[in-house]
């Protein structure tokens, strides 16, 4: 739960003592986790396998689902070369034939290693943690590597560089490439000299919607004794996954044409192209991630004769002069140990009584006892910080209509006064030491100009004098590490400001350095006093002597001396001055008094002093009212009962008591619905409501009474900002906003480099990290994007000690989201990147228990979604979804559709069948509208779904198989008695015609009912 009050809070807190760190645990990915069960199969087709021929010419070799297989060049019985929870893939033979290099996590993290294949010992190559190499080809003379690494910068994607190693290890070897020249190298092959290396290219970082027609991905040549670099080819569809042919020194490569991935001979002496036969490729991967290459490896035989690749679902030889195509059958025993899916129920009606802010200020003893409110709630009260003698308090509100002021408060009265005048966006006031000046910040007024809080285009830093005049000292960065606003602080003579600012490294791609700076207090003179690489708060004590800050979520102490104008480093592993942690886990919301020193925030408990002490501000949950019979309805109850015709539901309170062909009983209001159908409300899995990235919160907000109107009554955010998505869960909980039920993971655990990113490098870190986003309120954890296997194991082992789900994000990476799967992940974010899908994929998912939300609108591997329902749909002309969508947001997103896609090229819809299979496996498929288009949007997604699950399927993803998914299955996604009452009354049929999902005439949410045009309340009258 975030606490809004817990600046003006904070003065009465007091210290906790840092326990002993203990060892970290030792970890094998192959063996600690709790495997429960293991799924087997012969398997005669693949997805995604790479392969190489032997240099005998008699046989080949290829991975399948994270092991390797040796096949007679004419298939047969596939030998498995390596096997067990390790993920191995990539396979490459030595030129002696004696070798085989592959990518492999066996050591927790993807590095490359070497199998003798007469002796089966394997060894690794490289140590790149943190980073990562996920491809290997040999040199001619099996004397080197070149090796493709990924670097994680600072966005979690990453990008990739080129390496050249020694076959022996040991050594660091040479960087080829560099990320600032070209982002993300890929498909890298040595000539038949070995003298130069040919790989694919993309001058840019990925992007969504990029289009391979204009040539996204082209063909590098390097030579590596001068160093040039060339471009070998430009034009439409590309080119990529170049294999040398060992007789001629021609290339295969691959390209786009069409609309189809095809194989064409390329020569590098005459740059001369030509399609190789008709075959026709599975769909690559040029408009995903290419995590794993633009296509999977291929291979000529030693004569040069054949070409052998992957291609739907088959290894298949393809002769290098017609083209002609041949399947190579195999056949390959699969085995995997699986574990169970971390899983918990939750309660969705949570307490009675809320325990958050609520909108107000409170007041609570140090002693203990209740809170008490000191504001009404008819204004949101942002930042409260005291005056030194503790007599007043400063604060800033916020109102949708009035927009925001400040005001100090004398608190022993509750007198107000009103410090400014001019309605605005303002944030972060502070006092002077000696109470007669006031700083705060205020915005560009974008909120005036029907902008949200969330949209200003600068931030100034004012301060108000003693006699009412206010003084402009310049711009500020007006949402600082945890996205609040920066607090500003007097010195201790008070001539004096202290703020935080961004210093950017001049590096690219890292993150900026946080520094401490002094102004004077006109804005000028600007002194940097301290740099930290990424604190995310940072507090002076009142004698300006020692500075407290957040980092890796941890809260630290450190000296502040004088040093004659020099900058000094701080960092939690030392700097310029000892430093000295101070939370026994994590921390926020930092403060500094003169009575106890450095106190901060975990969720509602505050510490620093002799105990921690808890807020108990509470207000009571809002709930449904009377017995309500709805009668003459059609009822898709999504449960055991399946549909039932003429039917009536009985709702008491916010709960549904009877569901059935009774009658109603004589104490019930009657509704008759005329035959009209109801059913589950709808339960977005993936939905992003964007509340905003500033303190000041709106009171009502449009996308979250746009998505209740079309009936999607619960919402879980996989990625949201702590300060903001639990409070406004809890408003909409206690009656304050109107809105869908909102559940969250709070803020993914990100693994790239930024401030607020969760270093995770053993199981004790994961333990920290879950329990800070389980005390925030947090129903379930995304781990996004941690880079080794080992970190995300960790994370689901800490989480089953929570109690907490895992949602990961995929990430565009078909190894990395099977590994998830093995390891017991409860759901995939995002859609697998390829389509379609095979029966190892199916098979392993299906096995694992693992639920899936592919959220089709942003699908990976080709156009999102969106764009086809932005291309078909007229929102412009839809008096519903204007009525509650910004002006702005219409102006910007429908006036000027700027795709226009041909029907063939909709890959969401090869992503919906590969879900639909995944279904009819038995994987819990959910639906996840990620946001894109608020209320609507979840709609299409509904529909793109139901193209490849079905309507009935579509339906089961959009209600029942969420909640089970998010642990709600005993509150919510069926029309049962027990439930609570969220329903949505529609005027047509969704088993018959899944467009009649958006006809709806009343959304009814914990028993209360709103009309499903306006949302206004209806009331049930006997």
């Known amino acids: 739960m975030r606490l809004p009050v817990a600046l003006a809070l904070s003065l009465l807190l007091s210290n906790l003592a840092c326990a002993k760190k203990k060892e970290p645990e030792a970890w094998d990915i192959t063996s600690s986790p709790r495997w429960a069960k293991s799924w087997a199969a012969t398997l005669s087709e693949g997805t995604w396998m790479s392969v190489d021929v032997h240099p005998s010419g008699e046989r080949l070799v290829f991975d399948l689902l994270g092991d390797l297989y040796e096949l007679p060049i004419g298939g047969g019985e596939a030998k498995r070369l390596t096997d067990g929870p390790s993920w191995d893939n990539d396979p490459r033979y030595s030129p002696d034939g004696e070798r085989l290099l592959f990518v492999s996590d066996r050591d927790g993290n993807q590095e490359l290693h070497i199998l003798e294949l007469k002796t089966g010992v394997t060894t690794k190559l490289t140590e790149g943690r943190p980073e990562r190499f996920v491809e290997g080809e040999w040199s001619p003379d099996g004397q080197r590597v070149l090796a493709r690494k990924r670097i994680t910068d600072t966005r979690s994607i990453g990008m990739c560089e ?8 040991g050594a660091d070897g040479v960087r080829l490439t560099t990320t600032d020249e070209l982002p993300f190298p890929n498909d890298a092959t040595f000539s038949n000299d070995g003298r130069s290396i040919y790989f694919a290219s993309t001058p840019a970082r990925f992007q969504y919607n990029q289009d391979p027609n204009n040539g996204l991905w082209e063909l590098i040549h390097l030579d590596l004794e001068t160093g040039e670099r060339r471009q070998l080819t430009g034009e439409s569809g590309g080119a990529f996954r170049p294999a040398v042919n060992p007789k001629t020194g021609e290339l295969a490569i691959l390209r786009r044409v069409a609309g189809k991935t095809v194989v064409e001979r390329y020569d590098p002496a005459s740059g001369a192209r030509a399609r190789l036969g008709s075959v026709e490729l ?24 054949t070409l052998v690749l992957w291609s739907k679902g088959q290894l298949v030889a393809v002769d290098a002069q017609s083209g002609a195509a041949t399947t190579i059958p195999f056949s390959a025993k699969v085995d995997h140990k699986l574990a169970a899916p971390v899983r918990f129920k939750h309660p969705v009606a949570r307490a009675d009584e809320l325990r958050e802010a609520l909108g107000r200020l409170w007041l609570q003893p140090v002693s203990g006892g209740a809170a008490r409110a000191i504001t009404d709630g008819s204004r949101r009260p942002i930042a409260p910080r005291w005056s030194d003698d503790g007599a007043r308090l400063v604060y800033a509100t916020w109102h949708d209509v009035e927009q925001g002021d400040v005001r100090v408060m004398t608190v022993a009265t509750g007198a107000e006064e009103r410090l400014t005048k001019a309605p605005a966006q303002y944030l972060a006031p502070a006092f002077s030491h000696d109470g007669t000046q006031i700083t705060w910040i205020r915005g560009s007024g974008a909120p005036l100009r029907g902008h949200s809080t969330a949209s200003e285009l600068w931030f100034r830093l004012e301060l108000r004098e003693a006699d009412g005049t206010v003084r402009d000292l310049g711009l500020i960065d007006g949402s600082g590490g945890a996205n609040r606003g920066v ?35 006109y804005g000028r003179d600007e002194r940097v006093l301290a740099r930290w690489d990424r604190a995310a708060e940072v507090a002076i004590s009142p004698k300006g002597d020692a500075v407290a800050f957040v980092e890796g979520h941890k809260v630290y102490t450190a000296p502040l001396p004088l040093t004659g104008g020099q900058a000094i480093e701080l960092n939690p592993k030392g700097g310029a001055f000892p430093v000295t942690a101070k939370s026994e886990r994590a921390g926020d919301w930092l403060s500094w008094t003169t009575t106890d020193g450095p106190r901060w925030a975990m969720g509602p408990t505050f510490y620093g002093g002799a105990s921690p002490i808890n807020l108990d501000a509470r207000l009571p949950r809002a709930k449904g009212q009377g017995k309500v019979a709805y009668t003459n309805a059609r009822v898709l109850t999504m449960g055991a009962a399946g549909v039932i015709e003429r039917g009536t539901i009985v709702v008491d309170g916010e709960r549904i008591v009877s569901v059935g062909s009774a009658p109603p009983p004589a104490d019930a209001t009657v509704v008759d619905l005329g035959g009209k159908t109801v059913m589950p409300g709808l339960i977005d899995v993936h939905a992003h409501l964007h509340y905003g990235v500033s303190d000041a919160q709106p009171q009502r907000s449009w996308a979250h009474e746009i998505n209740l109107a079309y009936g999607v009554t619960t919402v879980f955010d996989p990625s949201a900002h702590n300060d903001t998505v639990f409070a406004t869960s809890e408003r909409i909980e206690a009656g304050l906003e109107l809105g869908p039920r909102v559940f969250s993971t709070g803020y993914i655990l990100y693994g790239a480099k930024s401030k607020d990113k969760s270093d995770i490098q053993n199981l004790d870190d994961a333990r920290m990290h879950l329990a800070r986003m389980k005390a925030m309120g947090a129903t379930g954890v995304k781990s996004y994007q941690q880079p080794a296997r080992a970190q995300r194991q960790w994370v689901l082992a800490a989480a089953a000690e929570e109690g907490l789900n895992v949602y990961p994000e995929g990430g565009g990476d078909l190894w990395q989201d099977l590994t998830m799967i093995v390891d017991g992940h409860t759901d995939i974010e995002h859609s697998l990147p390829n389509a379609p899908l095979y029966d190892d994929v199916i098979g392993l998912y299906a096995a694992s228990g693992a639920s899936y939300t592919p959220t089709l609108l942003v699908a990976y591997g080709g156009v999102s979604g969106e764009n086809y329902y932005f291309q078909t749909e007229d ?15 219409v102006d910007r997103n429908l006036r000027r559709r700027t795709l226009v896609i041909n029907d063939e090229d909709w890959f969401h819809r090869e992503v919906s069948k590969a879900a639909g299979e995944l279904a009819a496996a038995g994987v819990k498929v959910n639906l996840g509208g990620h946001g894109q288009v608020q209320g609507i949007g979840p709609h299409w997604e509904l529909w793109a779904l139901a193209e490849g699950l079905g309507n009935e399927a579509a339906i089961r993803a959009a209600t029942i198989n969420g909640a ?45 009912r709103y009309d499903g045009e306006t949302l206004k309340r209806v009331e049930s009258r006997p």
Do not use: C
């Open 162 to 169: 080129l390496w050249l190693l020694d076959a022996k290890g």
């Open 487 to 521: 607090p500003v602080t007097f010195s201790p003579d008070g001539q004096r400001l202290y703020k935080l600012t961004d210093e950017p490294t001049g590096a690219p791609n890292t993150a900026p350095k946080t520094t401490l700076v002094s102004i004077d207090l």
């Open 282 to 305: 599975d769909h690559d991967n040029q408009e995903g991630f290419t995590l794993n290459g633009v296509y999977p490896h291929t291979s000529f035989t030693p004569d040069g004769k």
């Open 964 to 1008: 089970w998914t998010l642990g709600f299955e005993d509150d919510l996604g069926s029309v049962e008695v027990g439930k609570l009452a969220d329903l949505i009354v529609l005027d047509g049929d969704p088993l018959a015609d899944i467009r009649a999902s958006v006809r709806i005439t009343e959304v009814i949410k914990g028993g209360v």
């Open 875 to 889: 929102l412009l002309r839809d008096p519903k979804f204007t009525r509650f969508t910004p002006a702005e947001w």
